[in-house]
């Protein structure tokens, strides 16, 4: 099964650190590029971070502070976030191969 799913969100304090996982199946993950979103409420999707074969490109608003990476040979791509704020809540989508994971929610707040 084709399929992208996300984990490791929570509820964490300000400051506070996270690390999102997508776990990748059904597909030759190696090959796509693979981006982090997150939805806010009553706000628009943004992107937070994605990394391609050479480099990788950030929001401003997470630079520094949200690593992005991947591990192709256990078909695994993550975010690292530290540094949280209350600014980050949002539910969070990885996407790759025009596939979208179902989500996670992360809930920064004291």
């Known amino acids: 099964q084709v399929q992208l799913v996300e984990s490791g969100g929570g509820l964490v304090k300000p400051g506070g650190s996270l690390r999102l996982s997508c776990a990748a199946s059904?597909?030759?993950?190696?090959?796509?590029?693979v981006t982090w979103y997150r939805q806010a409420p009553g706000k628009w999707l943004e992107l937070v971070a994605t990394?391609?074969?050479?480099?990788?490109k950030y929001a401003d608003s997470v630079k520094g502070r949200f690593p992005i990476s991947r591990d192709n040979a256990k078909n695994m791509a993550y975010l690292q976030m530290n540094n949280l704020t209350p600014e980050d809540t949002a539910v969070y989508y990885c996407?790759?191969?025009?596939?979208w994971g179902q989500g996670t929610q992360v809930t920064v707040s004291s």
């Open positions: 059904g597909f030759t993950f190696s090959r796509y590029s």
């Open positions: 990394t391609y074969i050479f480099n990788d």
């Open positions: 996407y790759a191969n025009s596939i």
